[in-house]
């Protein structure tokens, strides 16, 4: 396989090369591959979870909650942290 790099991206690659983090522009080429798929693992990972959680949240029970009482602690709390800060 041949790749067609733009300038910009040629120097940056070579630039890793010529510090020494890679060996050579293979080895760039390879490692930025091998990140992207892990990248695309971890994100698979992560809407499976999501999906697990979501099934298991409704299969469980649910109970009834007002808006203001929440907003009311979380200022309370707020508060709370604020005045231990000083």
């Known amino acids: 396989m041949n790749l067609i790099l733009t300038p910009e991206l040629l120097a940056y690659v070579q630039s890793k090369v010529d510090c020494g983090d890679f060996k050579s522009a293979e ?7 091998a990140m992207v798929r892990a990248d ?6 992560d809407v ?17 909650w007002d808006a203001e009482e929440i907003k009311a602690e979380g200022r309370r709390l707020l508060a709370e942290r604020r005045q231990k800060a000083v």
């Open 27 to 33: 080895d760039f080429v390879l490692a930025a591959i």
């Open 40 to 45: 695309e693992l971890l994100q698979q990972q």
């Open 48 to 64: 499976d979870d999501l999906r697990k959680a979501i099934a298991e949240g409704m299969q469980g029970e649910s109970e009834e």
